[in-house]
């Protein structure tokens, strides 16, 4: 049996579709792993949950920076922006049922030595640790005061890792790194600011998969959340957001030998 990592979803059901499609054609009992967002931009976010949920123990999917965002939209915490597809979730009869499926995932998953998360990694975690770390921020998230953590969990600080942080704080840096990285300095401190495409200058930062040294680098990692990136493919480093809403093509990689398989993808949403 083969395992499948797919990239970020975010509710393009009709590309997820075709994908699954492709994917039963060479291998029916697969097992699929989805690298977080589920949910979010594209037309069909609530669909694109039950198509996921219905795979079973087949499917692990991981919690993505959309995916938050629902959970705390679904609790007053935060207000939905513009482009936000999330109604369809939020007005089920059955929408407490999908916000604790949501809340379930987790944020960080190894398997055949593959380290999977949807943003990325501090230079300075290494393997056990994200795992260890991941399961501090799950077990809040699956607890009886998970809002009250979401209505803490957002903010930019501190941007830097401290074995000594604890509480909201270290919950908070752990989230960021896992759901929002992209760049960060050499000790570990994250620009979270920024949103200009991969290739931008930014003095002093260097995106974090680049970061010499960095702890996690025995294991292949495999992330998404970075579309302007597209497809990555290094001997330790699997990039698979590939730009599914904004038009680009939804991506399945097979971690046992590489082998790629993509859909291409209507443009459901305009960067900017």
């Known amino acids: 049996m083969s395992t499948y990592a797919i990239g970020d979803l975010q509710g393009c059901l009709p590309s997820l579709d075709l994908l699954l499609d492709k994917i039963a054609h060479k291998d029916p009992q697969a097992r699929l792993i989805f690298v977080g967002d589920l949910v979010n931009r594209g037309p069909q976010s609530l669909h694109t949950l039950r198509t996921v949920r219905s795979l079973g123990s087949r499917a692990t999917a991981l919690l993505g920076n959309h995916d938050l965002h629902?959970?705390?939209?679904?609790?007053?915490?935060?207000?939905?922006?513009?482009?936000?597809?999330l109604e369809d979730i939020l007005q089920a009869p059955d929408r407490d049922d999908w916000i604790d499926w949501v809340?379930?995932?987790?944020?960080?998953?190894l398997e055949n030595g593959h380290?999977?998360?949807h943003a990325g990694v501090l230079p300075q975690w290494t393997t056990a640790q994200?795992?260890?770390l991941a399961q501090e921020v799950e077990?809040?998230?699956?607890g009886p005061d998970w809002a009250?953590?979401?209505r803490e969990m957002y903010g930019n600080q501190p941007a830097q890792w401290d074995d000594a942080l604890t509480g909201t704080d270290r919950l908070r840096c752990i989230v960021n790194a896992l759901t929002r990285i992209r760049y960060c300095t050499a000790d570990g401190a994250m620009e979270l600011s920024n949103k200009e495409a991969f290739g931008a200058h930014l003095e002093g930062f260097t995106p974090w998969f680049d970061m010499p040294g960095r702890a996690t680098a025995d294991s292949t990692i495999v992330f998404g959340h970075w579309s302007t990136l597209g497809l990555v493919l290094r001997d330790n480093l699997i990039g698979l957001d590939t730009g599914c809403v904004w038009g680009g093509k939804l991506t399945a990689l097979r971690l046992e030998d590489r082998a790629i398989e993509q859909v291409a993808c209507p443009q459901y949403q305009r960067p900017g």
Do not use: E, N, Y
Request: hydrophobic share 50%; proline share 3%.
């Open 130 to 132: 994200v795992l260890s």
């Open 139 to 142: 077990s809040v998230l699956r």
């Open 148 to 150: 009250d953590f979401l």
């Open 103 to 109: 809340r379930q995932r987790p944020l960080a998953h």
């Open 115 to 117: 380290l999977m998360v």
């Open 70 to 85: 629902l959970l705390a939209v679904s609790q007053g915490i935060r207000k939905a922006h513009a482009g936000d597809t």
